[in-house]
C-alpha cells in the first residue's frame, strides 16, 4: 500500500513551511470575507432578526412595534464586528477545509482519501441543516416563549415588557447555531470512529440510555435555561444518535462484505495455484 501514498519523504522545516503556506490562505479567506460581512454587517443583522419578527406574530402583538435596543455607545458597533466574524466563518470555512485537506491528503492511502472526502463533504451540509433548524423553527418558538412571558398594565399590575439587547439577540442565535451545529455533527464523528474500527454499533446501542441522559445534559448547558430550546436540541440529538447507530451498522456490513469478497477471491487464486 506504501506506492498509494503520494506524500514523498521531507524535511520538518519544509512541512512546516507547507502547513504556513495553508494557514496563510485560510486567514486570507477568513478576513476576506471579514470585510465584505462587515460592508454589510447591518443586513446580515436585520436577516438574523427575522425570526424575531415572527415570533412577534405568533405572540399576536403589532410587528411595528418590535424593536431591539443597545445601551452601550459602543455595544451595536462590536455587535456587527461579531456578525462580520460568525459570517466569515460560514463563508470562509470550505476554504479552511480545503486547506486542511490538501494538507493532510498527500500522507493518507488512496482508498483513505477516498473515505474521507464523503467526511468532509457532510460535515458542513449537516451544520448547516442544524443552523436552518434554529433560524427556521427554534428561534423564533425560543423568542415567542420569552415574549409570551410579557404583561399587560392592569388593575394593580405594571407593564412588562420584552426590550432585547442588540448584543444579547445576537449571543442567543449564535450560541442556537453553534449549539445545533456541532450535535447535528454526530453522526460524522461516529461513523469515522466506526469505519477506523473503534467504535462499533454494538456498543451504541448498548450506551443507548447514557446517551440520551447526556443529551438532556449537554442541551442543559448549551441552550438558554428555558425547557423549550432545551428539549428541542436533546429531541434531535437523540435522533441523531439513532441515525448514527444505523451508519455504524451499514459500514460494518460493508466491511464484512469486502472481506467476504477478498476472503473469495484469495480462495480462488489458492484453488488456482493447486491446480496448476
Known amino acids: 500500500m506504501s506506492g498509494d501514498i503520494d506524500d514523498k519523504p521531507q524535511p520538518l522545516i519544509e512541512h512546516l513551511m507547507e502547513l504556513r503556506t495553508r494557514l496563510i490562505w485560510s486567514l486570507v479567506a477568513f478576513f476576506g470575507a471579514f470585510i465584505l460581512c462587515f460592508a454589510f454587517a447591518k443586513h446580515l443583522f436585520n436577516l438574523l432578526v427575522v425570526p424575531y419578527k415572527w415570533a412577534v406574530v405568533w405572540a399576536g402583538l403589532d410587528v411595528a412595534k ?9 455595544e451595536f458597533f462590536f455587535t456587527q464586528v461579531k456578525v462580520a466574524a460568525f459570517g466569515a466563518m460560514v463563508i470562509a470555512f470550505p476554504v479552511v477545509a480545503t486547506q486542511i485537506y490538501k494538507f493532510v491528503a498527500p500522507g493518507l492511502y488512496k482508498n483513505e ?8 463533504i457532510a460535515s458542513p451540509v ?8 434554529v433560524y427556521f423553527f427554534f428561534t423564533p418558538m425560543v423568542m415567542w416563549f420569552f415574549l409570551s412571558m410579557q404583561q399587560q398594565p ?7 415588557s420584552l426590550m432585547p439587547k442588540v448584543s444579547e439577540y445576537l449571543s442567543l442565535i449564535m450560541t442556537l447555531v453553534l449549539s445545533f451545529g456541532l450535535v447535528f455533527q454526530l453522526p460524522v464523528v461516529t461513523s469515522l470512529l466506526a469505519r477506523v474500527g473503534l467504535l462499533t454499533s454494538e456498543t451504541l446501542a448498548k450506551k443507548r440510555k447514557f446517551a440520551i441522559v447526556l443529551a438532556f445534559i449537554v442541551a442543559a448547558v448549551l441552550t438558554p435555561p428555558d425547557p423549550l430550546s432545551q428539549i428541542g436540541l436533546a429531541l434531535p440529538t437523540i435522533l441523531l444518535y439513532e441515525i448514527s447507530i444505523y451508519a455504524a451498522r451499514v459500514i460494518e456490513r460493508k466491511r464484512a462484505s ?9 480462495t480462488l487464486g489458492d484453488g488456482d495455484a493447486d491446480g496448476v
Open 66 to 74: 418590535a424593536s431591539l435596543i443597545y445601551t452601550a455607545p459602543q
Open 113 to 120: 482519501r477516498a473515505a474521507f472526502l464523503p467526511f468532509l
Open 126 to 133: 449537516l451544520f448547516l441543516l442544524g443552523a436552518m433548524l
Open 154 to 160: 392592569g388593575e394593580g399590575d405594571v407593564a412588562i
Open 258 to 266: 469486502e472481506a467476504a469478497s477478498s476472503s473469495d477471491v484469495a
